[in-house]
């Protein structure tokens, strides 16, 4: 056999044994051990992957419960048995699962909503799109747009339009993964606790003339409902902000409300639960 070949083979031979005998080194001095608990929690977790829980995904939020940098009933969409379920993992105790749900902040649909008028819009229906061309058909640039792109990005089905161009929230099947408020252009989808019941359904910063122009639900900043409220509706560019850490419901004068902008979400449910509470509060 010809000299170099063997000179070439021994070469690349010692070179695969130096390179193995480096790369098992490497792997018992670099190697992590990764906690099993973790493999543990992604498991019982939804692996829906939405984010809901401010991280990259599952095996990420499964990481940091492990880790102690996240509280075990951080996952919203898993709900009350996944919290469980981890905190036996964890050898922890149980906590009670926030329940997240997406509330449409806009009230001003196809009947309540002034459309412009002249050139109707025959392009691309998304919402998205319509900011960014048309503004929509609708006059008030802070509204809802009716595109449905808030439907399409709901994974859990849990978001439909309804007859007047608004979306509804299905809130037995809502996760509060918070992909709709991603997805919406106006900023008039948000994510609260389902039992937070008093909010003001209007996005509309225009003055209070422009306000009732374009919709007449729109809020038109009277300030009413911020007057006597101790710092708990705040007003801001002629839209009341609620400040919930500070609301007192029994200082909230929500008749007074015109177009009825500030209302609760189940009127019922919040005269129920005032009543317990003993809050005389009128509900519109």
């Known amino acids: 056999m010809d000299i170099t070949i063997i000179i070439a083979i021994a070469t690349m031979g010692g070179l695969g044994f130096i390179f193995a005998g480096a790369l098992a080194v490497a792997d018992k001095k670099l190697r992590v051990v990764e906690d099993p608990k973790i493999a543990e929690i992604n498991d019982v977790l939804p692996n829906a992957n939405c984010g809901a829980c401010g991280l990259a995904g599952c095996y990420d939020f499964a990481t940091n419960v492990v880790d102690g940098k ?3 009933n951080g996952c919203p969409v898993g709900g009350q048995d ?3 379920d981890i905190a036996r993992i964890m050898g922890m105790e149980s906590s009670d699962s926030i329940k997240l749900v997406a509330r449409i902040l806009c009230h001003g649909g196809n009947a309540e909503a002034v459309m412009k008028e002249g050139a109707e819009y025959h392009g691309p229906q998304g919402c998205s799109v319509q900011t960014i061309v048309a503004g929509g058909q609708k006059m008030c640039l802070y509204g809802c747009l009716g595109g449905g792109e808030c439907v399409d990005a709901c994974q859990f089905g849990a978001i439909f339009m309804n007859e007047n161009g608004l979306p509804v929230v299905a809130e037995e099947l809502c996760t509060g993964c918070g992909q709709c408020v991603e997805a919406c252009p106006r900023g008039i989808i948000e994510i609260h606790p389902d039992d937070r019941e008093l909010f003001v359904f209007c996005k509309n910063h225009d003055d209070p003339k422009r306000a009732k122009e374009v919709c007449n639900v729109a809020c038109f900043g009277c300030g009413i409902c911020a007057r006597k409220s101790d710092g708990g509706i705040e007003m801001r560019d002629f839209l009341p902000e609620i400040n919930y850490d ?30 317990q509470e003993d809050i005389e509060v009128k509900v519109n």
């Open 70 to 72: 996240v509280k075990i």
């Open 246 to 275: 500070k609301l007192d419901l029994s200082k909230i004068p929500i008749d007074k409300c015109k177009t009825g902008a500030i209302r609760f979400v189940h009127p019922e449910k919040a005269a129920e639960l005032l009543k």
């Open 82 to 84: 996944v919290v469980d």
